[in-house]
């Protein structure tokens, strides 16, 4: 066989740029590839977080309260995020029992949520208040970074030097975790909450006789009632702040006002009723407004209040 002299191959410098080349393209694809199964991981675990909030959000409108952590395991689809890690769920946990007003009757949440464009958080973005939930996933790290008592802290993806959760580790890190949060205005409306937190029932007084003995009921329900002395507070308005003097009140102490609301909730009235009650002296009409209030802020003055205007007529 004759050779022919024009036939070469590879030489070893183009053999070692081609290989060089291989090298940079596969290099390449497992970079991609890297980042492409991290934001994959990242959208998979979003959802799993959105399907966290809405499987709470269903309990909420079945049970009238949030679930409690113990019961969050049993509800979602998926307790673990897409690396794996425990979800981790904070609800306010005033609102996790009917007694403490559950869902429909809070005004208020002791949760706030604040979002940090830095470590330090000394200047927010965003503070949003009467947070009802949270729902938190540790992200690609594998660290969750995001806690709170009462305000808690959610960064903007990749602060660095954060780590406000130490019950998994405390290894404070670039910021990645997926959080989502409810408001209680939020959650009230997804649950079918309808009207005022607290009401009063009455729609009017029952009129009376001179002479005759009387006595009317007025109620409230919802809201968050007192566990002890009496399910709410009462007050009584009207232009003049008197009664007729053959009219007594239940809770005696119920405070009769021009004002209301300017009274202190310590001098209101306490009971799970008020009643109106005595023998009519006179004929003639009184035109009252009733106000009740509840215990949504123990120790402070945002609780539910609730009044109805009533004429009681003596004939």
């Known amino acids: 066989m ?7 191959g590879f030489t070893l410098v183009e053999i070692a740029v081609i290989l060089v080349v291989i090298g940079i393209l596969v290099s390449m694809g497992a970079g991609m590839m890297a980042m492409l199964t991290k934001r ?7 959802a799993m ?25 049993g509800l979602v689809s998926s307790v673990r995020d897409a690396w794996a890690k425990t979800l981790l769920y904070v609800p306010d946990t005033n609102m996790t029992a009917t007694a403490t007003g559950g869902i429909c009757g809070r005004k208020t949440t002791s949760l706030t ?26 992200g690609g790290n594998y660290n969750i970074q995001t806690s709170g008592s009462s305000t808690i802290n959610v960064y903007d993806y990749g602060v660095t030097g954060v780590d406000d959760y130490t019950s998994d580790m405390n290894r404070a890190e670039e910021y990645d975790d997926i959080v989502r949060w409810l408001t209680l ?40 009632p007192f566990t002890a002395g ?6 009584i308005e009207n232009a003049s702040g008197t009664l007729p003097a053959w009219i007594s009140r239940t809770p005696a102490s119920t405070p ?16 799970n009723t008020l009643t109106l009650s ?3 002296t006179a004929a003639g009409t009184t035109s009252i407004i009733v106000f009740t209030r509840d215990n949504n802020d123990t120790g402070g003055a945002n609780d539910n209040i609730a009044r109805r205007a009533f004429v009681l007529t003596i004939s």
């Open 185 to 224: 205005n939020e959650v009230r409306i997804k649950a079918g909450c309808t009207g005022a937190q607290l009401r009063v029932v009455n729609t009017e007084l029952p009129a009376g006789t001179v002479s005759s003995t009387y006595s009317a009921s007025i109620y409230a329900d919802g809201g968050v």
């Open 2 to 8: 004759a050779w022919n002299k024009e036939q070469r």
């Open 230 to 235: 009496g399910s709410y507070r009462w007050c």
């Open 113 to 138: 949520v604040r979002t940090c464009p830095d470590a330090a958080c000394a200047s927010p973005s965003s503070t949003v208040s009467d947070v009802a939930l949270l729902v938190i996933s540790g």
């Open 278 to 280: 005595g023998t009519p």
């Open 49 to 73: 977080v959105d399907s966290a909030v809405e499987a709470v959000v269903g309990f909420g409108a079945s049970s009238g309260r949030l679930p409690t952590t113990a019961e969050f395991p």
């Open 256 to 271: 009769v006002s021009t004002n209301c609301q300017g009274v202190a909730e310590t001098l209101w009235g306490q009971g």
């Open 40 to 46: 994959a991981k990242r959208n998979e675990t979003k």
